[in-house]
Structure formats: C-alpha cells, structure tokens
C-alpha cells in the first residue's frame, strides 16, 4: 500500500530545488521548458483540482508566457528569487510562488506557504488536501505532548 510520503510527486516536491534568483535566470528556465513543451507537463494551479492529464505543447506554451508576464508585472524587484526549479538545466518539476502570497519562501519556517503554480513531469496530487492533512496531524501531535507533559 502506498502511503502518501510514498508518491512521486510528493518525493519529487519535497527534493531538492534551486532558485532562479535572477531574472535572466528565469529566462534560462523557461528557455529549456520551452525546448520541452512536449515532453507531458503537468500544469497545476494550486488550490484548484489537479490535472488530470499532461498539456500540450500550445497549452504548455501559453502558461509560461502567460505566468511570466504575470510575475514580472506583480513582482516588481530587481531579482526573481520566486521560482525554483529541481534541475535549472533539465528540469522535470518547478514550483512559482505567487508574489502576492509569499510569506516565508525560502528558509525556515513551521508553516511555509504553498506554491501558487507547479509545473511537473509527475502527475499531481492536491497539494491544499496534503497541507491541510499535515496541519491536522501536526495539531494533533502538539495537543498530545501537551497532554503528556501536565
């Protein structure tokens, strides 16, 4: 039986990642999806259901154009820094973070944020069902000790 930790998609999401700090280096990125529309992206949204099955290249095409134009015009900074992908040269799994809703992005935090956007080689799983679900379990894990600990 499979349990969730177990999935690829969640592997892969909670790997490792490297951002594109600057903007060039989005460009760079976008460059080799480009070169890769094809290849069977997953395009997620997240908070919305997960796709079902991979875009096409126009649909693959069109997201990134779209989603940069959207970054570059809501995050007005002289770096990106929102984007990170698990391999800049070949990359297979990219999470953007809505510059809207950043919070705590990179470094440590109890509660990071979700990425606004994932786009992936793996199928999806609701990333907002998973949250919450972690929450949950966390909470409960700290009512115990509480517990414990009287």
Request: hydrophobic share 50%; net charge neutral.
């Amino acid at each position: 039986m499979m349990t969730r930790s177990d999935e690829p998609f969640l592997r892969a999401f909670r790997g490792g990642f490297t951002a594109a700090l600057r903007w060039h280096q989005l460009d760079a990125l976008w460059a080799r999806v480009r070169e890769r529309a094809e290849a069977g992206w997953f395009l997620y949204v997240v908070g919305e259901p997960p796709p079902a099955a991979a875009a096409d290249a126009p649909e693959v095409l069109a997201f990134v154009a779209g989603l940069d134009a959207r970054l570059r015009a809501e995050h007005r900074e002289d770096h990106c820094g929102i984007v990170y992908a698990d391999d800049p040269a070949a990359p297979t799994f990219i999470k953007v973070y809505d510059p809207r809703r950043l919070g705590v992005v990179c470094g440590f935090s109890d509660a990071p944020p979700l990425p606004g956007w994932v786009m992936s080689l793996v199928a999806p799983v609701d990333l907002v069902e998973v949250d919450r679900a972690g929450r949950r379990a966390a909470a409960d894990a700290r009512r115990w000790w509480r517990r414990l600990l009287r």
